[in-house]
Protein backbone atom coordinates (compact mmCIF):
# COMPACT_ATOMS: atom_id res chain seq x y z
CA UNK A 1 0.00 0.00 0.00
CA UNK A 2 2.93 2.13 0.63
CA UNK A 3 4.61 1.69 -2.71
CA UNK A 4 1.13 2.48 -4.15
CA UNK A 5 0.87 6.09 -2.23
CA UNK A 6 4.48 6.77 -3.52
CA UNK A 7 3.76 5.98 -6.63
CA UNK A 8 0.41 8.60 -6.71
CA UNK A 9 2.86 11.02 -5.22
CA UNK A 10 5.19 10.21 -8.38
CA UNK A 11 2.52 10.90 -10.57
CA UNK A 12 1.31 13.81 -9.00
CA UNK A 13 4.88 15.78 -9.48
CA UNK A 14 4.73 14.11 -13.17
CA UNK A 15 1.27 16.12 -13.75
CA UNK A 16 2.44 19.33 -12.18
CA UNK A 17 5.44 19.42 -14.28
CA UNK A 18 3.44 18.76 -17.49
CA UNK A 19 0.91 21.46 -16.35
CA UNK A 20 3.50 24.27 -15.14
CA UNK A 21 5.27 24.40 -18.90
CA UNK A 22 1.59 25.09 -20.82
CA UNK A 23 -0.63 27.08 -19.67
CA UNK A 24 -2.16 29.25 -16.43
CA UNK A 25 -1.28 30.01 -12.73
CA UNK A 26 -3.37 31.14 -10.17
CA UNK A 27 -3.27 32.27 -6.32
CA UNK A 28 -6.81 32.76 -4.08
CA UNK A 29 -5.32 34.12 -1.23
CA UNK A 30 -8.74 34.31 1.30
CA UNK A 31 -8.31 30.38 0.70
CA UNK A 32 -4.79 30.22 0.68
CA UNK A 33 -4.48 27.81 -2.77
CA UNK A 34 -2.48 28.07 -5.67
CA UNK A 35 -3.71 26.75 -8.86
CA UNK A 36 -1.95 25.32 -12.14
CA UNK A 37 -4.00 24.82 -15.09
CA UNK A 38 -3.68 23.62 -18.48
CA UNK A 39 -5.10 26.01 -20.93
CA UNK A 40 -8.29 27.41 -19.24
CA UNK A 41 -8.96 29.26 -22.52
CA UNK A 42 -9.61 25.61 -24.00
CA UNK A 43 -12.81 23.83 -23.92
CA UNK A 44 -11.90 21.11 -21.85
CA UNK A 45 -8.59 22.39 -18.86
CA UNK A 46 -7.11 20.60 -16.24
CA UNK A 47 -6.95 22.65 -13.02
CA UNK A 48 -4.50 21.51 -9.92
CA UNK A 49 -4.63 22.79 -6.47
CA UNK A 50 -2.81 23.20 -3.33
CA UNK A 51 -3.41 24.07 -0.23
CA UNK A 52 -0.98 26.40 1.14
CA UNK A 53 -1.17 27.39 4.82
CA UNK A 54 -1.04 23.90 6.08
CA UNK A 55 1.02 21.57 7.88
CA UNK A 56 2.49 19.20 5.42
CA UNK A 57 0.93 16.27 6.77
CA UNK A 58 -2.68 17.79 5.96
CA UNK A 59 -1.64 19.07 2.74
CA UNK A 60 -4.71 18.87 0.41
CA UNK A 61 -3.99 18.45 -3.48
CA UNK A 62 -7.30 18.84 -5.74
CA UNK A 63 -6.84 17.76 -9.45
CA UNK A 64 -10.45 19.10 -11.31
CA UNK A 65 -11.41 18.49 -14.81
CA UNK A 66 -13.12 21.98 -16.58
CA UNK A 67 -15.53 23.03 -19.24
CA UNK A 68 -16.20 26.11 -20.48
CA UNK A 69 -19.59 26.96 -21.28
CA UNK A 70 -19.42 29.85 -22.63
CA UNK A 71 -17.14 33.01 -23.84
CA UNK A 72 -17.50 36.37 -23.74
CA UNK A 73 -14.46 39.20 -25.19
CA UNK A 74 -13.28 39.52 -21.82
CA UNK A 75 -13.99 36.54 -19.80
CA UNK A 76 -15.15 32.68 -20.16
CA UNK A 77 -17.26 30.67 -17.31
CA UNK A 78 -16.86 27.17 -16.96
CA UNK A 79 -18.09 24.13 -14.85
CA UNK A 80 -16.42 20.84 -13.78
CA UNK A 81 -15.24 18.73 -10.29
CA UNK A 82 -12.58 17.04 -9.16
CA UNK A 83 -11.52 15.03 -6.01
CA UNK A 84 -9.19 16.55 -2.85
CA UNK A 85 -6.33 14.00 -1.99
CA UNK A 86 -4.75 14.09 1.32
CA UNK A 87 -1.70 12.71 -0.07
CA UNK A 88 1.24 13.68 2.30
CA UNK A 89 -1.35 12.66 5.10
CA UNK A 90 -1.60 9.22 3.56
CA UNK A 91 1.93 8.67 3.19
CA UNK A 92 2.82 10.52 6.46
CA UNK A 93 -0.39 9.35 8.77
CA UNK A 94 -1.91 6.83 7.29
CA UNK A 95 -4.92 8.49 6.29
CA UNK A 96 -7.32 7.99 3.93
CA UNK A 97 -5.84 9.31 0.44
CA UNK A 98 -9.60 10.54 -0.93
CA UNK A 99 -10.56 13.06 1.42
CA UNK A 100 -13.51 14.26 -0.95
CA UNK A 101 -15.59 15.72 -3.82
CA UNK A 102 -16.37 19.29 -4.86
CA UNK A 103 -18.47 20.42 -8.01
CA UNK A 104 -17.22 23.99 -9.42
CA UNK A 105 -18.83 26.71 -11.52
CA UNK A 106 -16.71 29.82 -12.15
CA UNK A 107 -15.58 32.80 -14.21
CA UNK A 108 -12.48 33.86 -15.27
CA UNK A 109 -12.26 37.67 -15.93
CA UNK A 110 -9.77 39.70 -17.98
CA UNK A 111 -10.44 43.24 -17.29
CA UNK A 112 -7.53 44.69 -17.95
CA UNK A 113 -6.64 46.16 -21.51
CA UNK A 114 -2.80 47.15 -20.36
CA UNK A 115 -2.15 43.63 -18.78
CA UNK A 116 -4.50 41.01 -20.78
CA UNK A 117 -2.58 37.97 -19.41
CA UNK A 118 -4.50 38.84 -15.77
CA UNK A 119 -7.59 37.14 -14.96
CA UNK A 120 -9.09 37.66 -11.77
CA UNK A 121 -11.27 34.50 -10.84
CA UNK A 122 -14.33 33.70 -8.87
CA UNK A 123 -15.66 30.49 -8.34
CA UNK A 124 -18.50 28.48 -6.18
CA UNK A 125 -17.61 25.40 -5.24
CA UNK A 126 -19.87 23.01 -3.08
CA UNK A 127 -17.66 19.95 -1.09
CA UNK A 128 -18.63 16.84 0.52
CA UNK A 129 -16.67 14.93 2.44
CA UNK A 130 -15.51 11.33 1.37
CA UNK A 131 -18.31 9.24 3.16
CA UNK A 132 -20.72 11.77 2.45
CA UNK A 133 -21.48 13.18 6.57
CA UNK A 134 -20.91 16.54 6.22
CA UNK A 135 -20.11 18.93 3.33
CA UNK A 136 -19.51 22.93 3.03
CA UNK A 137 -20.12 25.42 -0.13
CA UNK A 138 -16.92 27.03 -0.73
CA UNK A 139 -16.26 30.43 -2.65
CA UNK A 140 -13.03 31.23 -4.23
CA UNK A 141 -11.98 34.46 -5.10
CA UNK A 142 -8.83 35.31 -6.79
CA UNK A 143 -5.71 36.98 -9.58
CA UNK A 144 -4.40 34.83 -12.30
CA UNK A 145 -1.89 34.74 -15.20
CA UNK A 146 -2.52 33.07 -17.98
CA UNK A 147 1.28 32.34 -19.73
CA UNK A 148 -0.34 31.79 -23.25
CA UNK A 149 -2.51 35.00 -23.12
CA UNK A 150 -6.67 34.84 -23.25
CA UNK A 151 -8.50 33.47 -26.13
Excluded: C
Aim: hydrophobic share 45%; aromatic share 18%; glycine share 10%.
Amino acid sequence: MKLLKLFLLFLTFQFINHAVKAQAISYYPFNSQLSIATNPTKVVWMDFRFQMNSFTSSLNTEPALMVNLGYTKNAFIYAGGGVNFGIVASIVDNQDLVKGYFGSVGMRAYPFEKAPKVSVNFELSPYVNYDGTSGVFRAWLGVGYHFGGKK
